[in-house]
């Protein structure tokens, strides 16, 4: 039972697969079954379809692949600009940085006396609020200046001072950084909130204060840049179609991102960060948030700073709308013209054909000058030549079968006319042969009966084609009335194969070339003549051969029998003329003839036919 439901299972899987061939050959079949203009037309329409279908999907895919490429080098030139202008900012605070840190009344207040008078902080206090006011005065920064004294005074350009500048941690963040730098400038990133007005900031640049004469650390100056500074320099590149724009500092942590800020001061934990981290600038595909986009970043040479863009692909194949219409309305219209194409195509190869069918119905009801007339030269054109010229070819064939019937009907009648009423003269020979009995006259009897022979023979109604045997005992007879005529003037010989025998040949076939070897060679002949009759049967040809040894022919009349001139003959025989014209109305050309003679040496007359036989006639 185990073995048995698997082995249904292969059984039914192969019945599924034969159904489903047996449908393929059926649909297969159908198709094949429909007329040649149908199947013309369906198959350049599918052959046009699949190339035209491929060239718009290939030209669209190139065209889009093509417009990315061009959209991605313009957001990178965008990045470029941007970062260009990120690094005249970042050059711009540094100066303001590096102008503050050399200024000689920032230096001279930060030595005071952290315990000096509240008037006279008051005084420090204007003239720093002077000094910001001087050096901010010209630029529209959206940063803050805090100045952080070792002796305990803090000025700053807002109006609060966040809590981690309160108090000089040397161990944590800028201070850190701006503590090993040692007075050179230094960044710092981070990501804070000013609760007062929520304003992010998210760059520092800072830098350790220190007094020009003695070198003693006299604080810090920190000067902090918010998201909206970098906003406003994002804005300076022109509009663009990301996404998503990161800042990322050296390694990898975001230091600005709009829209998407929540992630401001964590690392980018996305597979292409490293290409990102290793090169310089480019642009490749990427994923972002599930979805595909172009990745598009430059590097800021000073700092070294990365600005990255993101833009989904969806939003750049919107933007090729209008070159994907117009790609599958040319296709659409390729394949509408390739429609018109195979109809007009496949009416000018079949209405011809069409044509030729019609002419071939007409031929079948019996008109054979029915005719096509062509209009060009190509296959069809050959094809209907050929077609009328075997038209014409049967058409003679016919007419040359109905004139050789008509011809050999002509040369029975004229055989029988040639008799002067056969049945009467038939009559006569019994009555005189019954007489010659009578008196003791044998020869004549005998002679008579011959006659007699010939003459049922020659009267004989049935097939045209008789054995050869019959005909030999017809020659028989004539033979024995000219062995009475000339006595002893000629010896005869006849040899026949067995084999021969039962071939049929036209009746009365024999006689008049025996006829003809007697009157035109043997009976001139002074001396004793021979006279050879000889058939045999050579590879299922049939060989008659009459030779005497008489006076021959001449040249003259030799030339009118091969040309078939009219030839006048002794006696009542049929002339050779027309025993050629017989054989040619029965074997058409398969028949040789030939006649060899000297003149006072004799005739020798072949003649080779097919060697039909009874059975197979």
Partial sequence: MRNTVPTIRAVGHIWKKNGKRRRNGRMIRRFLSLNLRTKLIALIIVTAFIPVSLLGLFSYNYVTKLMQEEISEGELERLKQVNNNLTYFINDVEQLSLFLYKNEEIQEILNKDPYRSPEEKDEDLQQIERLFETVMGAKNWDVSIYIIGANGDRYFST?????????????????????????????????????????????????????????????????????????????????????QLFLLDEQGYIISSQPNKEIVGTRLSYD??????????????????????????????????????????????????????????????????SS?????????????????????????????????APKYNDDIGIFARRFNRMLGRVNKLIQENYEKKIRLKESEIKALQAQINPHFLYNTLETVNWMARLHGAKEISKLVVSLGEIMRYSIKRGDDLVPLEEDIKQLKNYLNIQEVRYRDQFNIHMHVDEEAKKALIPSLLLQPLVENAISHGLEGKVEKGNLSITITVISNSLQIIVEDDGAGIDSKTLDRINLEKPLQSKGTGIGLQNVKRRVFLYYGNDFTWHIETKENEGTKFSITLPAYREESA
């Fill in 340 to 372: 018109w194409l195979a109809y007009f195509l496949s009416k000018t190869v079949t209405d011809p054909l069409y044509k030729v069918m019609k002419v071939m119905r007409t031929v079948e009801k019996g008109d054979l000058t029915a005719r096509f």
């Fill in 159 to 243: 109006q609060h001072l966040p809590p981690h500048y309160n108090h000089i941690r040397d161990n944590w963040g800028a201070f850190r950084k701006a503590q090993a730098a040692d007075g050179k400038n230094i960044w710092d990133t981070h990501y804070s909130i000013r609760p007062e007005e929520m304003q992010e900031v998210v760059l520092t640049s800072g830098r350790m204060l220190h007094d020009h004469s003695t070198q003693e650390p006299l604080g810090y100056l920190m000067i902090d840049i918010y998201e909206s500074a970098l906003s406003d320099i994002y804005a300076t590149g022109g509009k663009h179609l990301n996404d």
């Fill in 272 to 337: 292409f960060l490293p290409r990102v981290i290793q090169g310089d600038q480019g642009f490749f595909e990427a994923e972002w948030e599930s979805q595909a986009s172009v990745l598009t970043y430059d590097t800021a040479e000073d700092t070294g700073f990365k600005i990255v863009s993101l833009t989904p692909i969806g939003l750049i194949h919107e933007k090729n709308s209008l070159i994907r219409n117009l790609t599958w309305s040319f296709a659409i219209l390729g394949i509408i013209i």
